[in-house]
């Protein structure tokens, strides 16, 4: 919205075409949605607590986490609204990426807002019913696909790359819809999984999202991706504008959500932004390496799995409780202690993804 603003105003100062440059906006991007955050944190949890939309604690946990009952949640919403916002602003409208990773991170975010409002609101334990809810997951993550696979220019833009094999592509056809499908149904869910304790999954999100935002400046420059042997796919580098944002608004966010947090997210933040990350990297061709930066979320999921698995093969459960961040609390793990080393895992795992952009 403002980069039309600056290009009419260009032909009356030519310092406005500063704001052509992605690196700009991206940084303004942060800085608006980490403003917008801290600016309506405190308004958005006064109002939350108001309504009385505050968190439901399982019995069967661990103890600690029965003092965190009534903590307002839902806050994924000002997380939603504060990357919207700045995206709107300072990216450029026309391009097709930007829309489409917009509209899934907000239609997962609707996903999560209706099972929150059944929990949180009608006091329905169940909130959206599993069926629904994946139901809906997969309309709009297939619908995604669908859109990316019909709109692709190139052929690459459809082609399985394969990070350390500089020669390996794979052309994935029809398929490249279902790999899309399970990428982003699997990574809304992931995080959503994660996002158990404070501050667990969004600091993990701010830096994938990160890292994220620096594959796509490089593959949408032609010279970049050229030199670094990585898919130049025309356009995907405004995507560093959307992912700055997600880096402001996840930090803005922490500022609150931090141990011991004032407000959590929800399934209206997680499963949202679980979705952007996977819809992004499907975009930049880095599958891949998106399963390497989210360890934390693929490793929260693997948990899950083989715990049900396993118990309902065996009768046995392997861990003290799933998702594995449970398991080290009832081993007596302080909650902080957790959150930092799987912070710490996370930095160490985005290290090795953006690696990969010299290691082919």
Request: charged share 10%.
């Given at each position: 919205m403002?980069?039309?603003l600056a290009e009419y105003l260009q032909q009356f100062h030519k310092g406005f075409a500063v704001f052509q440059y992605l690196t700009l906006r991206g940084i303004l991007g942060v800085l608006t949605a980490l403003a917008l955050s801290l600016w309506l944190g405190?308004?958005?949890?006064?109002?939350?607590?108001?309504?009385?939309?505050?968190?439901?604690?399982?019995?069967?946990?661990?103890?600690?986490?029965?003092?965190?009952?009534?903590?307002?949640?839902?806050?994924?919403?000002?997380?939603?609204t504060a990357i919207a916002v700045s995206t709107?602003?300072?990216?450029d409208l026309s391009n097709r990426y930007v829309w489409v990773v917009l509209a899934v991170t907000l239609l997962f975010g609707a996903i999560g807002w209706v099972d929150d409002y059944r929990k949180v609101i009608e006091k329905n334990s169940r909130g959206l019913p599993s069926r629904w809810k994946y139901f809906w997951q997969s309309v709009f993550g297939l619908g995604a696909a669908f859109f990316l696979y019909m709109t692709a220019q190139n052929p690459v833009e459809t082609t399985l790359i394969l990070p350390l094999l500089k020669d390996v592509s794979i052309p994935l056809g029809i398929g490249f819809v279902v790999l899309t499908y399970f990428v982003i149904v699997g990574s809304s869910n992931a995080v959503n999984l994660t996002d158990g304790l404070d501050g667990l999954a969004i600091l993990p999100t701010v830096m994938v999202g990160g890292a994220l935002g620096i594959f796509c400046y490089l593959s949408g420059n032609v010279n970049f991706a050229e030199y670094l042997l990585i898919p130049y796919v025309p356009g995907s580098g405004e995507l560093i504008v959307f992912c700055a944002a997600l880096v402001g608004a996840g930090l803005g966010f922490l500022w609150?959500?931090?141990?011991?947090?004032?407000?959590?997210?929800?399934?209206?933040?997680?499963?949202?932004?679980?979705?952007?990350?996977?819809?992004?990297?499907?975009?930049?061709?880095?599958?891949?390496?998106?399963?390497?930066?989210g360890g934390v979320f693929v490793m929260e999921t693997l948990s899950v799995i083989i715990q049900v698995a396993s118990f309902k093969l065996t009768g046995k459960r392997v861990f003290r409780m799933a998702p594995i961040h449970h398991h080290f609390e009832l081993k007596g793990w302080p909650e902080p202690r957790v959150i930092v080393r799987f912070w710490i895992i996370t930095v160490i795992l985005v290290l090795i993804g953006l690696a990969t952009l010299k290691l082919r």
């Open positions: 403002l980069l039309l405190p308004w958005m949890i006064r109002t939350l607590q108001v309504r009385q939309i505050g968190q439901a604690v399982r019995n069967d946990g661990p103890q600690s986490h029965l003092s965190k009952k009534g903590t307002p949640t839902m806050g994924g919403a000002l997380i939603l709107l602003l300072w990216a609150f959500n931090t141990y011991p947090a004032q407000v959590f997210m929800g399934d209206v933040g997680a499963l949202a932004l679980g979705a952007a990350l996977g819809t992004i990297a499907v975009i930049v061709r880095q599958e891949v390496v998106l399963f390497i930066m």
